[in-house]
């Protein structure tokens, strides 16, 4: 895979994000100069998570899921499934319920905690979505140039408003703190505590705790308190973001390749049988890919791979056996076509 297909890619969404902000923030009028640092941030994680999301997603294992996935969503048949899928993986996070509830809660905390605060303060840094005073009591929220909602302060969309990014990191501090709890307690594998899973929690925790402090800092009337609470939040903030695409939080780009994978072993997908017992294997087009993938790379297994486990193993013995003039068990059956199981 040529690099510059990735450099171009990051180079494309990143210039279509300065546009946008251009766009959105009516030249640059609306933009704040109180968060002139976060914009420079997203825009350089913009390049960046681009750059190793495209780069992982052109390699040929990955982009065989990512065609599964483009070619359901022209099939509404198979479109309905894909809906399904992304569903129950990616919204609900079920997969997760299945190994232990709280688990599968604090995650829910954590990631939802995460899209809330990206979903209120992208808008507000580049410039889209901006408050003015309507009249003497109420509010209107415009997004990019155009009035959304209307509100009063007291009432129960201004509480949401001004309380929403507490909220957020409540649910963030939350959710990290259990996971972060967990990967401590886990003195079984040194890769639990190493700094690609600690790094990112220990970084949301940072974020999360001082955007909470912000408000605390400013209501105690002292300025240098709040200036310091402000600069621990954008740095790690600017941490997290530049962060991203290099440490565990990478498996949010990922994460909808399974989806694929889910599309290519549904049930009625057409299903591969063992040429020795015809023991059900992979899906065809999965084992399709993958021995053209190895063939690409000079690897040929004289059809090894179109046996099961235990097949194989049965292979083995009997070429040792034969070795050392021994019949440690009876002959594997010869390979024969199969037909292939729906």
Known sequence: MSRWLPLRDAALATALLLAAVYGGSSGLAHLDAALLGYLAATVAACFVTVYRTSAFWRRPPSAFYARALLEAVRRPRELRRLLGAAGRDLAAQRFIARRSRVRWLAHLLLSVGTLVSFAITLPLVWGWLRFEADGGRSYRAILVAVPVVRFAPEGVVGWLVFHGLSLAAVAVALGATYFLLVRLRARGGAHETAG????????????????????????????????????????????????????????????????????????????????????????????????????ARGFRFARHQRRCPACRRRQVATAQAELLGAQFQPRPAASAARPEAA
């Open 196 to 295: 690609f899973h600690l790094a990112p929690l220990l970084l949301l925790l940072a974020v999360a705790l001082s955007g909470l402090a912000l408000p605390a800092a400013g209501r105690s009337g002292l300025p240098g308190l709040f200036r310091a609470a402000a600069l621990v939040h954008e740095v790690s903030v600017v941490a997290l973001l530049l962060a991203l695409p290099f440490t565990k939080l990478a498996h949010l780009l990922i994460r909808p390749l399974h989806v694929g994978a889910q599309l290519v072993r549904a049930p009625g997908a057409l299903r591969a049988g063992c040429i020795g017992c015809g023991a059900p294997l992979a899906p065809v087009a999965q084992r399709d890919a993958v021995e053209r993938l190895l063939a």
